[in-house]
């Protein structure tokens, strides 16, 4: 039972450089998430997809973009790497947005960027 | 000030022993509540919801106090495996109607033997 699968695991950058992070559920979940979690800061929400077809933005947006490719893939590009994007990087999903308040998290990928 | 504040801890108590803390919230209409728990260098899982009225799950209650706006975790009889991070969440639903979920920043518990 895989859940949400995040891939990849680790990665560094250096300053400039872009890549995107890959996401992928398999519980039928119709929203999903993508948050960056820093020391002291608690997890911040970088964009949402409350459905298939849409995208929004979350507290974080800058430096990030995101694509809903079906109902199991969003996708979180990174054009040029900044060093104060190094964070841990957790997609989410879950039924409805938000509504229950319970998010499957994937594992995370922890980004580092020089 | 913080939409929702946790004290970091840690706290460090022995095995057996109860151990509670709290989380504050500025938003007065926040609707929902919530703790989660996060491993070491793991994802966070929903621990559980936290509802009005004050709910238990086994070892666990949660409580809530909307006139003082916080939230409480009370975990008794701790065990070794109850060593992690608690994350308070709070939903809020803002003038637009959009919701979302603010995350603290987390309160690191060790259990000791």
């Known amino acids: 039972n895989a859940g949400v699968t995040q891939t990849p695991k680790f990665q560094v950058l250096k300053t400039g450089q872009s890549m995107t992070l890959q996401c992928a559920q398999d519980?039928?979940?119709?929203?999903m998430y993508w948050y960056r979690q820093d020391p002291g800061m608690g997890l911040r929400l970088i964009y949402y997809?409350?459905?298939?077809?849409?995208?929004d933005k979350g507290e974080v947006p800058n430096g990030y973009n995101v694509s809903r490719l079906n109902k199991r893939e969003f996708s979180l590009r990174l054009e040029s790497a900044a060093p104060s994007q190094t964070s841990v990087y957790f997609c989410?999903?879950?039924?409805?947005?938000?509504?229950?308040?319970?998010?499957?998290f994937g594992e995370g990928s922890r980004l580092t960027v020089l | 000030r913080k939409e929702v504040e946790q004290d970091p801890g840690p706290f460090n108590v022995p095995e057996g022993a109860t151990v509670a803390f709290n989380c504050t919230y500025s938003?007065?209409?926040?609707?929902?509540f919530f703790w989660y728990r996060q491993d070491c260098r793991k994802e966070p899982k929903l621990l559980m919801s936290?509802?009005?009225s004050g709910n238990e799950d086994g070892r666990f209650t949660a409580q809530l106090n909307r006139a003082s706006q916080y939230i409480s975790l009370l975990i008794r009889d701790s065990k070794l495996s109850d060593s992690a991070t608690y994350l308070c969440?709070?939903?809020?639903?803002?003038?637009?109607?959009?919701?979302?979920?603010?995350f603290g920043t987390g309160t690191r518990l060790t259990i000791i033997p």
């Open positions: 969440v709070v939903k809020e639903v803002s003038n637009f109607g959009n919701e979302k979920l603010t």
């Open positions: 938003n007065s209409a926040s609707q929902s």
């Open positions: 519980m039928n979940h119709n929203s």
């Open positions: 989410a999903s879950s039924k409805t947005p938000f509504t229950s308040g319970e998010l499957f």
């Open positions: 997809s409350a459905s298939e077809g849409t995208t």
């Open positions: 936290v509802y009005s």
